[in-house]
């Protein structure tokens, strides 16, 4: 089955240390984005790529660095630069078409980022 | 600045009947997409439904329907016959034509099916 996937679902971070989220899909998209979400609250744009080796800086990119070596996979890191990580993150792709304002974002499950 | 707004924090339902959950937004662009996704306790979010700026009849997909009303910058999204596992937290976005990664998300409506 086509989909997102994101792993692992659950991760503690110790004062100081970089964790790295993982996101995976077989959607064949072109773009892939990062959002954070805290309690109560909508998402945020961290990060988003729309081609390979390339990625832009979303709304809340500080403490956060992404890499995408293909066009499948685009882990992020949350380095300890991030003082207040603790969240939900949410991975998404979609396509990128001629209107731009269409393409529907598909989410994967998400991974809960507590601090220890 | 605040593109979305969602004012009902939370609604409630009875069982079978209709709710409207409403969603307004600001934008300059005359091209844009809005958006309306589900997100169950489980966490995933989960696409329901879009309406395009230039599309001159409200979207429906089943139960679910956008009452577009373009001049008002109102997208409210009309749930039929609700059932108990509409329960969640359901969110409005907005995606402009010529910013077209940044998809700008509402605070949510906390939807909550009564027996």
């Known amino acids: 089955d086509g989909g997102i996937t994101q792993s692992p679902k659950y991760l503690f971070r110790k004062e100081g240390q970089n964790v790295t989220l993982s996101c995976e899909q077989n959607?064949?998209?072109?773009?892939m984005y990062w959002y954070r979400q805290d309690p109560g609250q909508g998402l945020r744009l961290i990060y988003y790529?729309?081609?390979?080796?390339?990625?832009q800086k979303g709304d809340i990119a500080e403490g956060y660095s992404v890499s995408r070596e293909k066009k499948e996979s685009f882990p992020l890191t949350v380095t300890s630069a991030q003082k207040n990580p603790t969240a939900f993150y949410l991975c998404?792709?979609?396509?990128?078409?001629?209107?731009?304002?269409?393409?529907?974002?598909?989410f994967g499950p998400g991974t809960r980022l507590l601090v220890l | 600045a605040q593109k979305i707004t969602q004012t009902q924090p939370g609604m409630f339902v009875q069982e079978k009947e209709a709710v409207t959950l409403d969603c307004t937004y600001d934008?300059?662009?005359?091209?844009?997409?809005l958006f309306w996704y589900k997100q169950p306790s489980s966490g995933e979010m989960i696409f329901l439904i879009y309406?395009?700026?230039?599309?001159?009849q409200n979207a429906t997909e089943g139960r679910y329907s956008l009452n577009f009303q373009k001049a008002r910058k109102s997208a409210n999204l009309v749930i039929s016959a609700s059932q108990l596992g509409d329960s969640a937290m359901y969110f409005c976005?907005?995606?402009?034509?010529?910013?077209?990664?940044?998809?700008?998300f509402g605070a949510g409506t906390r939807l909550t099916v009564k027996p």
């Open positions: 998404a792709s979609s396509i990128l078409g001629e209107t731009g304002a269409g393409e529907t974002q598909y």
């Open positions: 959607l064949n998209h072109d773009a």
């Open positions: 790529s729309q081609i390979v080796n390339d990625f």
């Open positions: 934008t300059s662009d005359q091209s844009y997409g």
């Open positions: 309406q395009g700026s230039y599309d001159e």
């Open positions: 976005a907005m995606r402009e034509r010529y910013n077209n990664n940044d998809m700008r």
